[in-house]
């Protein structure tokens, strides 16, 4: 105590005891490591509670975070058909090979035309029966049925002036149909975007669940540790003393959450990824699925973390204050 | 060390649970604060450990002003105020050297100074020997005796107990007792609330009386103005 401190000079015996502020700092320091540890130990105290309560939040996490990895490997594998939108243009069955290559010659002179490339009836039966294995099918028939193609490649994709040149295409003589391959590609990315909106809501909302459960799980811990509270109030523990305990408790929740969370959409991939890769080789697609990004590895448990110390300063500082000592 | 200036506290349903109460409590006097149940002997404590804040008129302690303390400043206010509890108030979750640690705990002290601190409280009350077991080991006296050490264990210039010998013997009562005459000897300003009529005449000291929200006496005297 410093010699011109006022309480130095009273003549009384008993003196407050004081503390440096170094002491006070490691105490601090103690104290959260302190309140670390005991969050964990009362979680590892009442293991099937707290599994619940950190299952839940995995699985509200899990929902968006495994349905957001889907659509990130649909925007990958679909990403790059629309820069190769074509126009399969198909002719009158009368037309011959000779006209087919002039008109191909033609329609490559045109401004927005990049290229076109000619399918002529042969080859296209020839292509047909090696990929659809119809084949006997095929050679069944007296005539080849397929009509001579002509793929036209737009130089620039611009939905409206692929339209137009559709439309063009169209009004010609010797077209039978000329048809945007591209438009179901538009429709999935609409799809994959409404997805993304989906998915932004249905995060919102279960952020909001997880926080609501770690509000209750603190609220009876709150309720639990009455006693504890009432007599750290009494020897003069602050309102963040008494805090820190459960701020800690909700942040291990929402952590252990959001790496169980991490688990289950790791399982959910793999249990899918055969089935999916399958089906990515049926399109002839070289993507595979590719699962969850590190930067997401990363950031899902912070932010369950963030989402558990909301909850628990939410339930504190709406219940702490009931807890007040009485006499 | 306590200092009440015309103190008056009406709760919200109406009660005036004291009125204009005024007295002053020196450093290193022990002092008795007696009436029945209801006189605002509950309320008048509250006020020091500021649990309530008063209607009208002001509270000293230390010289501070109480009314000029922000909700933030009340830790460290109490933290100046052991508090006895009748019930003890122990944890049972923990050792005796850990219910008795935790203001000090609290308050941010050294690991090692905590040992220290708290083994010499715990040795004030004779428990030493104990600091290891769950205080619900303990025998009714031995638990007060915690509590006590606890209150006592940062030196604290203000004791304040409530009905500490309620739960107790006359033998027991009477140790506790004497531990309270052994920190007003040194100092510590001692405010006793109890309504044990027999306790307050086996020793002489400053009597308050309080009915129904009032100082009716205050005074070194036999007849207990009840």
Redesign the interface.
Known sequence: MAPNSPRARRPAGARSARTSLGDRLRAWRHHHRDSLRDALNRMRAAPSSALMTVLVIAIALALPAGLAVLLDNARVITKGWDGNAHLSVFLEMEVDENRQRQLADDWAGFDTVKRTEVVTRAQALDEFKAMSGFGEVLEALPDNPLPPLIVVYPDNAAPGQVEALQTRLNALPEVDNAQLDVAWVRRLHAIIELGDRLIGVLTLGLAAAVVLVVVNTIRLAIESRREEIVVIKIVGGTDGFVRRPFLYSGFCFGFAGGVLSLVLVGTALWWLGGPIDELLDLYESEHSLTGMSPSTVLVLPLFSGTLGLLGAWLAVSRHLGDVEPQF | MIKFDRVSKRYPNGKDALRRIHFELP??QLTFLTGHSGAGK?TL??LI?M?ERPTQGQVFVEGQNLNGFST?QV??????IG?V??NH???F?RSVFDNVA??????????A?IGK?VRAALDKVGLLSKEKLNPIMLSGGEQQRVGIA?AVV????LLLA?EPTGNLDPALSAEIMDLFHD?AR???AVLIATHDLSLIARHRHRLLTLREGRLIHDGEDDDHGA
């Open positions: 450093a290193g509950s404590l509250k450990m649990i933030r830790p460290f206010l109490r933290r100046k508090m509890h009748q108030q122990l944890l979750d935790l203001p000090l705990v609290i308050a941010g002290f050294a690991r100074d601190r606890r940062n030196k604290p210039p409530d920190f040194v100092g510590v």
